[in-house]
């Protein structure tokens, strides 16, 4: 099989990324290990950037998110007891919106599908070839079947624990991590949220965040140790570990039910630089992860692709490599101001140590944010996305 791009992972950075090429003509086949159902089972992000609800818009899969979607002005921190709001649309102009993972992935994957685009599913085996060449090729399994595809470029959009960063050569890559001694344990409940609007809770036991995917359904986390096991967790032991982190609102509002999900997720950043490797280029999680506490995730995946798709399209039609040859430079400069963002939100408002001289520099950062415009300006400027 012969292509332009070939994608490999069929998550928010691979099905994005095809459907903007596909809609400006250039041809690609994404190849993904699971099946379409185990992709849609996955949840994971809540709140997108204005950035990336634009480029989901230029997609032509925007319109369900629209409807559907919650749009969000601000946002509540909760400190000790005591709730605080930071407004974006004050301090920006601009908002979020919360929407679920899924929902964007089922969105880029009718969208796929409607377009009658390439994507092969339950790909086992798939191995990357000759990348430093003019002439790139994939190749994978489907049920004992070998196929190959030949094509121009290969976009690694595999995730974290995907094969395109670990094919290229060890000695061209620097990686740069730091792994959190904690993790969050989430709950998904048919509930309605406590607030109109995320809260996200610092507290002497530990982090909390109460996030929600609609009116009627919410999303909950809270701070775990890294040996914990969501059997140990049963819903009653949930929220019960929740309720006295919250503030009096909060908890009055809280309506507990059964989890209809509930998993653990570790806290991890990391970055690999650079991003391309000869016709091979990294996106999203394939080439960082944040902790989630900023919400940073998909939408790093989203700019990236941003990044990306345009530097294709110059290639393919105005004959200029210039994007492509600055793509990792660009991509990167944005990464890393989102990590240091997701590093500051994860390291002030968890539980990060014994040490009380800790607890105090956390109480006096967020005090300062508080009192501070100009902090506030700087805090929404990050949460609501910086600009490409
Ligand atoms: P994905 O979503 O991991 O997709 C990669 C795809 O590649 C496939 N794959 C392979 N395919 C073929 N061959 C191989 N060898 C393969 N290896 C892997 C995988 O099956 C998969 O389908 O990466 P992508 O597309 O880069 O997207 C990244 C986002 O999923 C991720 O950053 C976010 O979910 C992070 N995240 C959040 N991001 C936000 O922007 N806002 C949030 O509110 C937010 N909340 C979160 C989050 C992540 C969380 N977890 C579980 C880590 C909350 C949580 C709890
Ligand atoms: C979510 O709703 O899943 C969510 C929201 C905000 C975050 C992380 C996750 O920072």
Redesign the pocket.
């Known amino acids: 099989m012969r292509t332009q791009v070939a994608i ?7 099905l994005l990324l095809g459907q903007l090429l596909h809609k400006h003509g250039i041809d690609n086949v994404i ?4 099946t379409a159902d ?2 849609l089972g ?1 949840i ?5 950037e204005q950035g990336t609800m634009g480029l989901l818009d230029e997609a032509g899969v925007g319109a369900r998110m629209h409807h559907d979607g919650l749009v969000h002005d601000g946002v509540f921190l909760c400190v000790d007891g005591k709730r605080h709001h930071v407004s974006f649309k004050d301090m920006t102009g601009k908002a979020v919106m919360v929407y679920g ?1 899924t929902e964007i992935t089922k969105d880029l994957m009718d969208g796929r599908a409607a377009a009658g685009a390439r994507t092969i599913y339950s ?1 086992h085996d ?1 191995a990357l070839h000759d990348i430093f060449s003019n002439a790139p090729r994939v190749t994978y399994n489907v049920e004992g079947e070998t196929g190959e595809i030949v094509c121009d470029y290969i976009a690694g ?7 395109s960063r670990q094919s290229v050569p060890p000695d061209s890559l620097k990686t740069f991590e730091r792994i959190y001694p904690f993790g ?1 344990l ?1 709950i998904l409940s048919e509930t309605p949220p406590v607030a109109d609007e995320l809260i996200y809770v610092r507290h002497p036991s530990g982090f909390a965040l109460c996030s929600m995917r609609s009116h009627t359904r919410s999303r909950y ?1 809270i701070q775990c140790s890294l040996d914990d096991h969501v059997d140990a967790w049963p819903d009653e032991r949930f929220w019960e570990a929740l309720k006295p982190r919250l503030d009096d609102e909060a908890r009055a509002n809280l309506v507990t039910g059964p989890s209809i999900e509930k ?1 653990i ?1 570790p806290l991890r950043s990391f970055v690999a630089e650079p991003m391309r490797f000869g016709r091979l280029f990294l ?4 080439a960082h ?2 902790p ?1 506490t900023g ?7 989203a700019s990236d692709v941003q990044y990306l798709w345009r530097a294709l399209l110059e290639h393919y039609k105005d004959k200029s490599d210039a994007g492509l040859d600055h793509y990792s430079e660009r991509a990167l400069a944005r990464v890393w101001k989102a990590e240091r963002f997701s590093w500051w939100m994860t390291t002030t408002l968890h539980r990060i140590s014994d040490n009380p001289f800790d607890h105090k520099l956390q109480l006096a950062e967020l005090d300062y944010l508080f009192r501070s415009k100009a902090a506030q300006t700087a805090f929404a400027e990050n949460y609501v996305g910086l600009p490409y």
């Open positions: 490999i992972g069929a998550g928010p950075a691979g190849l993904e290990r699971q185990y992709v996955r994971r992000a809540g709140v997108i993972q790909a798939v959009c595999d995730g974290f624990h995907g094969v969050w989430g986390y998993s997720a996106a999203g999680d394939a992860i944040v989630p919400a940073k995730g998909l939408n790093l995946a």
